[in-house]
């Protein structure tokens, strides 16, 4: 089996077009299996090249490149080939690619090298390779684009056809570490006010994602909580809709708050069924209100009858216990705003 996977990959790199074609698409359905994975990922080493060459091949047509990035994403699946793919620049092919100047990419390779992104982007080679850590004049242009294309990018598809939506699983990744939260909430990019915007998207791939990274960077907060608050127009709704409950609420209450939150509470509204967006919503507004300026803020918009209307309704205990821990932070240090 070892000789004639070998013999396989190497007609990855034959000189005949069709050799190529029909290697690629072989080892292409080996990795669709848990079998031909591990027996691929034990002759990475040759495989990794080889596929990187065949992507970046546009000579031999979309089905060749299409078919080494689905392999590509599977393999990267496994953490050891992650950092060969990093090590053999897999991060700057992509980039190449995805935004090749000369055209644009097709939307069902751009979605898969976006996913291969997604997944090296797990480990810190990956990360730093995105954020281009180290190069001054190019450190943060990636992620800059990636950003662009995800909020321009048509949130009408279906998540099968959004060739964009895996890039909420990406700016997770990165906004765990701080290089990523620096570029992210970097004032003069104004990278993380754009993705906050895409919290009202109908694709729960990209929602997931932006919930993530907002509460992420809000570990930021104890030195940008300003920063945060300047895009409080987006971010408050992005933050406390998801955990309002079902109650449409009434003149009294509403008053309180600015339009943005106020007109989607007076009516009947979607609620965010996924429990986990709802836990980080909650999270990152502990992190805010750990801070007295954003404490001060979050009264001031109405946000602790938002979170007691919303308790009122939750059943997860998970995210009921979140809840409450935003709620004693308040109930112990929020007196003075309280008060005004």
């Keep these: 089996m070892a000789s004639e996977l070998e013999e396989l990959l190497g007609f990855l790199s034959s000189s005949s077009p069709q050799l190529r074609k029909g290697a690629v698409e072989i080892v292409s359905g080996l990795t669709g299996s848990e079998e031909g994975l591990r027996a691929l990922v034990a002759y990475a080493d040759v495989a990794i090249p080889a596929l990187l060459n065949l992507l970046q091949d546009s000579v031999s047509g979309k089905e060749v490149q299409v078919a080494a990035a689905e392999a590509l994403v599977n393999l990267s699946q496994d953490e050891a080939v992650c950092e060969k793919l990093a090590f053999h620049g897999a991060v700057a092919v992509s980039e190449g690619i995805i935004f090749k100047p000369e055209r644009r990419c097709d939307n069902a390779l751009s979605r898969l090298l976006v996913m291969l992104l997604a997944n090296l982007t797990q480990i810190d080679s990956g990360v730093l390779a995105l954020l281009q850590v180290g190069d001054e004049k190019l450190e943060g242009l990636f992620i800059s684009k990636l950003v662009r294309s995800f909020c321009s990018s048509s949130v009408e598809e279906s998540s099968d056809e959004d060739p964009f939506d895996h890039v909420g699983s990406i700016?997770?990744?990165?906004?765990?570490?701080?290089?990523?939260?620096?570029?992210?909430?970097?004032?003069?990019?104004?990278?993380?006010?754009?993705?906050?915007?895409?919290?009202?998207?109908?694709?729960?791939?990209?929602?997931?994602?932006?919930?993530?990274?907002?509460?992420?960077?809000?570990f930021e907060a104890d030195k940008q909580v300003e920063n945060l608050l300047l895009m409080s127009e987006f971010l408050w709704p992005a933050l406390l809709l998801p955990v309002a409950g079902k109650k449409i609420y009434g003149q009294e209450d509403t008053s309180k708050m600015p339009l943005e939150l106020a007109n989607p509470l007076e009516i009947e509204r979607e609620v965010t069924d996924d429990p986990e967006i709802r836990?980080?919503?909650?999270?990152?507004?502990?992190?805010?209100?750990?801070?007295?300026?954003?404490?001060?803020?979050?009264?001031?918009?109405?946000?602790?009858?938002?979170?007691?209307?919303?308790?009122?309704?939750?059943?997860?205990?998970?995210?009921?216990?979140?809840?409450?821990?935003?709620?004693?932070?308040?109930?112990t240090g929020g007196d003075e705003a309280g008060d005004q």
């Design 279 to 331: 836990i980080q919503a909650l999270e990152a507004i502990y992190l805010i209100v750990l801070q007295d300026t954003g404490r001060k803020a979050f009264w001031g918009v109405n946000g602790p009858r938002i979170l007691e209307v919303g308790y009122q309704d939750e059943e997860d205990p998970r995210v009921m216990e979140a809840y409450e821990r935003v709620g004693s932070l308040l109930v």
């Design 171 to 218: 700016l997770v990744n990165i906004s765990k570490a701080e290089a990523g939260r620096k570029i992210l909430l970097h004032p003069k990019r104004r990278l993380l006010k754009q993705i906050v915007q895409q919290m009202d998207s109908t694709n729960p791939l990209r929602k997931k994602g932006v919930s993530g990274t907002i509460r992420n960077c809000c």
